[in-house]
């Protein structure tokens, strides 16, 4: 039976995913909350995934395709954890034609982007990674081995090289977005941020002077 893309009027289309960390603790990915007044506070970004065709033709039966990787899972060189579709519309059989599939895992290799549930230095290993790519140097470093293949894939948590690689790039990244955003500050903002260190210098030497003064006496 062909595949077909139904949506259903009034529904929400697509799945959705919230931008997620992961929890050392809870073993798991989760949504982080942050308190009011935090650079990080407020909604947080959604994802959408990419959407998957249906098999049938009666639309109160319809179902998703099965057995059809319809996107993977990357951390990209910006050190982002991104959905990249693997066939190029939602009703694509694979079976038919992986030629999109191949052209999107050429580009992950080109650019060093890490499948979810991979060993880095397995990839590096196997040559699907080259050393230029990576952003850690706890990987770099000489006797760092790969881990088991059992340990890695399926439903098992992320390894800590690819946890490493993943902070490695968030912070190179960070640093570049930093960088950016201090290159292309107006004059005002300048402006602020010097009064600001300015003000809190007097503050700490108005501390300092008061600290240093004997107290006054009581009057009787």
Known sequence: MAAALWIKIGAEQGETRRAR??????QAYVTPKYEKGHAKAGRPMVERLPALGHDGTDIHNMRKMRGVKRYATYLRHDGHEV???????????????????RDRQLKARYLGWIEQGKCPLIMLASGDLLPEHLESAELMAKGAAPCHPKHVGGDNPPCEHY??????????????????????????????????????????????????????????
């Open 21 to 26: 960390v992961w929890d050392e603790k809870a």
């Open 83 to 101: 959905a990249i579709p693997l066939t190029n519309a939602a009703a694509h059989v694979p079976a038919e034609d992986t030629s999109y599939a």
């Open 163 to 220: 946890l490493a690689e993943k902070r490695a790039r968030q912070a190179k990244n960070n640093l570049r977005n930093a960088e950016r955003e201090q290159a292309h500050e107006s004059e005002q903002t300048k402006h602020t941020k010097a009064l600001e260190v300015m003000t809190g210098k007097v503050a700490e030497a108005v501390v300092v002077a008061m600290a240093g003064k004997p107290e006054a006496k009581a009057s009787k």
